[in-house]
């Protein structure tokens, strides 16, 4: 028995690496179309013919520069760990594109197998590709495959088990990068001799490509080997790219990159790939982005699209909502029936049911959209909206890149800060991806959902689609120009420029859009029942501690008691004032308690956006995690309620408010949307800025500019409609 053989696939992202991926090992994984999302190593293990085989899922890269973390993981995977096989996934309907990272698997002298992935769709579009052609003129194995039904996986497997027998890595390829680079590259190499360190790891011409290319990390390694020499070579880099400069006013990245699509552009014309078909037809997905994409149609379509997504969500989740909401009415009742008054009575009622209720009830809401959205992702709608969004960007001084964490974060609706945070890592300018770190927040993410929903149910019941529509426009209007103005004021400076590929539209499957669902419903209910509830517990404490003193207590006691002797003939009047009595004593619990006391004092200020104390209570919540504002919400108004027989929903209690109408509603919820990040988030963007200073101002920045447009808002909605 031989030991166990480590193969890494990777390839560009969206290669089908994680379908073939699942296909070899057999386990769960998530697909999904987006870099940044997944960063993290995936592995799994094979036997075939008796030889144990661990696969890892490297990260989809374009490149094998230092300029994204998904770069920097897969290269430093394949170099540190030297996998037995690295498996290059390449889409074969866009061969072109995807040999151009093959070529630096193939610099770096690796054990390589090119599995050339998705031949259906290939066929499909008549392309005829010489596997047999390929391989001999790259010298490394190529085996055609289809990922989805596992076409050719035996094939791909004994090829593997092939390479990794041999025992001599093959000879890493030469590709002439002109003149002038290759002048540098003879003058660099000698010094390069002397380190030792990394001659075990890296090929010696790669090293200096890498130097031209102006490579972070490698240049740190070169510093760390001989510092002196590190300094010859640079200086050298520095020339021969001044020269080009002068010369041909391009920097050497440019000049690398031509040279290696030249050779593929070569390597494809020597007859590896023909086509049974007229040349240049246009394919259904460039088809469909001439209009998807159009320049007018575009944002046209997008619009339509979004809001077929909200109204989608609501008219389906509608009455699996109100089945919820009783189901949670009915289960307060039986716990009322059931236990004795007392603390931990209150706490369930109150803290658990309302609390968790609140937050629970928006399973179906955020279920059918995160439906939605997995089918415009799996798609590859999403790409497009990015691609389209590239252009307005630019003007808001932000960068192509920056749409895809604004997305992740909800910019459609329903994503998440923290991911939408680190995913700004592949933005290359230190200022667009500041920029970039701070408006992402804005974005509706999967928290602020429901409350934006519990709101919009409450006051604006009839449009919920629309008000829903308009919530995300805001945000992302509200996001650019705050961008706009950091880039403005403090991230002043150029912007770069972006290039993006748009990945084919593929048919999503049922099984892909349904474990998505059911992956990001299922991390929001557990989030739910376990941060969520521990919050949720303790500010109910918050709420009911300290109790009244015992002669307030007293005091009411004693109201009732003069009540029931006055009113005892009229059995109907007498119950109504004792529910009024209990309703001004919950309410004074309330005030009393420590929660309270933070909501009375800061109801100073926030009384100018028409926000009351008990709403105050749970902003300063919301601080934890957006989702406790319902949490918070459902226990001060249930706190307050007196009679659980009519007690209704949230969003009908709210309604029925006297305090609440229309437009605090709306300042309210714009506050909501706007305010300080939530602290997890605030935490992560500390650690990406690099410094708290970044976190503070995000904070502040937030919730000074969320504050003044809740004012606004409410003052002058209150002038127009309210009198
Ligand atoms: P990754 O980004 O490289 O991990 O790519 P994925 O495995 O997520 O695949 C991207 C998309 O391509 C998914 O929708 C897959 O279902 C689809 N796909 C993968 N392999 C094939 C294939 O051989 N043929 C076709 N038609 N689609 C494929
Ligand atoms: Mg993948």
């Known amino acids: 028995m031989h030991t166990t053989i480590t193969a890494a696939l990777a390839g560009n992202p969206n290669s089908g690496k994680t379908t073939l991926f699942n296909n070899l090992t057999g386990s769960r994984q998530h697909v999904g179309n987006y870099p940044g999302i997944t960063v993290e190593q995936k592995e799994g293990c094979r036997l075939h013919h008796g030889q144990g085989i661990r696969f890892i899922d490297l990260p989809g890269t374009y490149s094998l520069s230092a300029y994204s973390v998904e770069e920097l993981v897969a290269r430093d995977f394949i170099v540190n760990e030297k996998p037995d096989v690295v498996i290059n996934v390449v889409d074969a309907s866009n061969l072109e594109r995807n040999l151009y990272l093959s070529t630096q698997f193939l610099e770096l002298g690796l054990p390589l197998v090119l599995a050339l992935n998705m031949m259906d769709v290939a066929e499909r579009r008549g392309m005829l590709i010489d596997c047999a052609k390929l391989e001999s003129l790259l010298g490394v194995p190529v085996v055609p495959i289809v990922a989805r039904s596992g076409r ?51 090929p010696e011409r790669w090293l200096g490509v890498k130097l031209l290319e102006n490579d972070s990390q490698i ?217 970039t770190l701070l408006t992402v927040p804005f974005m509706n993410c999967g928290a602020k959902l429901p409350v ?122 007498l119950a109504a004032t004792l529910l009024e009595i209990d309703a001004a004593q919950a309410t004074e619990q309330l005030r009393h308690s420590f929660a309270g006391r933070i909501g009375t004092a800061l109801e100073g200020i926030s009384r100018f956006a028409g926000i009351d104390w008990r709403t105050n209570i749970a902003l300063v919540g919301g601080f934890a995690a957006k989702e406790v504002i319902i949490s918070t919400l459902g226990t001060a108004y249930s706190l307050g309620e007196v009679n659980p027989e009519q007690a209704g929903s949230l969003s009908q209690r709210l309604a029925a408010d006297p305090k609440w109408n229309p437009v605090s509603a709306l300042a309210v919820l714009v506050f909501i949307m706007f305010y300080a990040p939530c602290f997890v988030t605030v935490i992560c963007i500390a650690k990406e800025a690099g410094s708290w200073k970044w976190a503070f101002f ?24 309210l009198h």
């Not at 002109?178 to 003058?187: F, H, P, Q, S, T």
């Not at 307005?392 to 910019?411: D, E, K, N, R, W």
Request: proline share 4%; net charge neutral.
């Open 698 to 721: 995000s904070m502040a920045f937030n919730t000074v500019f969320a504050f003044i447009l809740a004012v606004l808002i409410y003052q002058i909605g209150s002038l127009l409609y």
């Open 152 to 202: 050719g996986r035996d094939e791909l497997l004994n090829a593997l088990l092939r390479v990794a027998a041999e025992n001599t890595p093959p000879q890493p390829l030469h590709i002439g990068y002109g003149a002038d680079l290759e002048e540098a590259l003879r003058d660099i190499q000698p010094l390069l001799a002397g380190c030792d360190t990394l001659h075990h790891l890296y």
């Open 452 to 573: 934006l929903t519990l709101l919009i149910a409450a006051f604006f019941s009839s449009h919920q689609a629309w008000y829903m529509f308009l919530a995300t426009v805001a945000a992302w209007v509200v996001a650019l120009c705050a961008a706009k103005l950091l880039r403005l004021t403090v991230l002043r400076g150029e912007s770069t420029p972006f290039v993006m590929e748009l990945p084919p539209y593929r048919f999503p499957t049922v099984k892909g859009l349904l474990i998505h669902t059911w992956e990001r419903t299922w991390q929001y209910i557990k989030k739910a029942g376990t941060v969520i509830l521990g919050i949720s517990i303790l500010l109910w404490a918050l709420m009911t501690y300290p109790g009244l003193p015992e002669q307030r207590t007293a005091a009411y006691e004693s109201q009732r008691q003069q009540v029931e002797s006055q009113q005892a003939g009229n059995v109907d009047a």
């Open 219 to 435: 240049i740190e390694k070169v510093r760390a080997c001989s510092p002196e020499d590190a300094e010859k070579m640079l200086l050298r880099c520095e020339e021969v790219a001044l020269h080009l400069q002068r010369t041909l006013e391009v920097y050497p990245e440019a000049i690398i990159a031509d040279h290696r699509y030249g050779y593929i552009k070569s390597l494809l014309r020597q007859g590896v790939v023909s086509s049974s078909q007229v040349v240049d037809r246009l394919y259904t997905s460039d088809r469909i982005d001439r209009v998807v994409t159009h320049r007018f149609l575009g944002p046209v379509i997008m619009a339509l699209v979004l809001f077929g997504l909200y109204t989608f969500t609501f008219t389906f989740s509608a009455s699996m909502v109100g089945w919820l909401e009783q189901f949670f009415i009915l289960l307060n009742r039986g716990i009322d029936q059931a236990m004795a008054d007392g603390p931990l009575k209150s706490m369930l009622m109150s803290g658990v049911v309302d609390g968790m209720g609140g937050v629970l009830g928006f399973v179906p809401i955020i279920m059918f959209m995160f439906f939605g959205i997995a089918v415009l992702e799996d798609s590859g709608y999403l790409a497009r909206v990015a691609f389209m969004m590239d252009r307005i960007f630019h003007f808001f001084g932000l960068h192509g890149s920056s749409v895809m964490p604004l997305i992740i974060s909800g910019g459609i609706a329903g994503g998440c800060a923290v991911p939408g945070v680190m995913a700004t890592r592949t933005l290359r300018s230190p200022k667009e991806r500041m920029a």
